[in-house]
Nanobody, 124 residues
């Protein structure tokens, strides 16, 4: 039902910024919790940021809090991840995820819909 497509990844220098986009298709986008996860080579997929479907709760991983901002534009069915002060440790494939009537949750298993991922590489 819900289709997610990420874009905006690329190569940036440490300290730089990048904005990721997640284009969502499907009905009632505003009823889905959304989140960003990332996965570096050899590591498990980890939570980065998420918003409950009501937008009443927003969570960030401690490693990105203060640097990354998740937002959504329901009118355009888009989720954003604004990344600033990027570090080499932020290098990973970033995935957009969604869950119908979901809360902002950390676990991969809590999300039913996933995009294909977009690569973010931070040089150091």
């Amino acid at each position: 039902q819900m289709q997610l497509v990420e874009s905006g990844g690329g190569l940036v220098q440490a300290g730089g910024s990048l904005r990721l986009f997640c284009a969502a298709s499907g009905p009632t986008f505003n009823t889905y919790a959304v989140a960003w996860f990332r996965q570096a080579p050899g590591k498990e997929r980890e939570f980065v940021a998420g918003k409950s479907w009501t937008d009443s709760d927003t969570k960030y991983a401690g490693s990105v809090k203060g640097r990354f901002t998740i937002s959504r534009d329901n009118a355009n069915n888009t989720v954003y991840l604004q990344m600033k002060s990027l570090k080499a440790e932020d290098t990973a494939v970033y995935y957009c995820a969604a869950q119908k009537y979901g809360a902002s949750r950390y676990a991969v298993s809590e999300y039913s819909y996933w995009g294909q991922g977009t690569q973010v590489t931070v040089s150091s």
